[in-house]
């Protein structure tokens, strides 16, 4: 029986996953002020991703959820209307069960 963390990635869809944020990227100023924040949630046997980087330009939002079998995306014009989704998918993800084990600026090494 596979284990559900044994998987082979699909590289392709990795690098569509890349393109997307890459996309984001593109729209930030260098030296614009930047604001990251990462949460790790944890229900059962699984664990849960959900990310935002926002910046003047607008906001990326990625959901890595171990039942999906790619990270999600979704890019904000409006930065504001980016943190109200993050703070409403985090507050529904409580109610499914999940809890939060981190959040915070993202984690390093």
């Not at 910046?55 to 959901?63: D, E, P, V, Y």
């Not at 904000?76 to 999940?98: C, H, I, M, P, V």
Request: with cysteine; net charge negative; glycine share 4%.
């Amino acid at each position: 029986m596979k284990d559900a963390f044994d998987f082979e990635p699909d590289f392709d869809l990795e690098d569509e996953f890349q393109d997307e944020l890459s996309e984001f990227d593109d729209l930030i100023d260098e030296g614009e002020n930047v604001v990251l924040r990462t949460a790790i949630l944890q229900k059962n046997n699984m664990v849960a991703l959900l990310c935002i980087k926002s910046a003047t330009a607008g906001a990326a939002i990625c959901r890595v959820d171990p039942r999906e079998a790619v990270p999600a995306v979704q890019l904000y014009d409006d930065k504001n209307a980016a943190l109200e989704w993050f703070t409403k998918s985090l507050r529904t993800s409580k109610q499914n069960g999940w809890s939060v084990v981190y959040d915070g600026l993202p984690l390093q090494g």
